[in-house]
């Protein structure tokens, strides 16, 4: 099934080995830990809402993360 069929736990599974990355990542560009974490759960949330309208044959969830991680970090919500 994985995210695409709606898996909660395919998404935990997906959390659990590149959660800490991703946060890095985005840590490392936005030089601020809540603005970070925000962008990390902003990322996980738009892999689980947009996968299920992904083409079959689209790559790994890993993949969709990373595009995600990319969308983030081109167009950040603005500072508080």
């Given at each position: 099934r994985g995210?695409?069929?709606g898996d909660?736990?395919?998404?935990r599974r997906l959390y659990d080995a590149a959660g800490?990355?991703?946060?890095?990542?985005?840590?490392t560009a936005l030089q601020d830990q809540d603005r970070a974490t925000?962008?990390?759960?902003?990322?996980?949330l738009w892999?689980?809402?947009?996968?299920?309208?992904?083409d079959?044959?689209?790559?790994?969830?890993?993949?969709?993360l990373w595009r995600a991680v990319r969308r983030e970090l081109a167009?950040?919500?603005?500072e508080p």
């Open positions: 995210i695409r069929g909660l736990d395919a998404l800490a990355l991703v946060f890095g990542m985005l840590f925000e962008a990390t759960e902003r990322c996980f892999v689980w809402r947009t996968a299920p309208s992904v079959s044959g689209h790559p790994c969830a890993l993949t969709f167009d950040p919500p603005p």
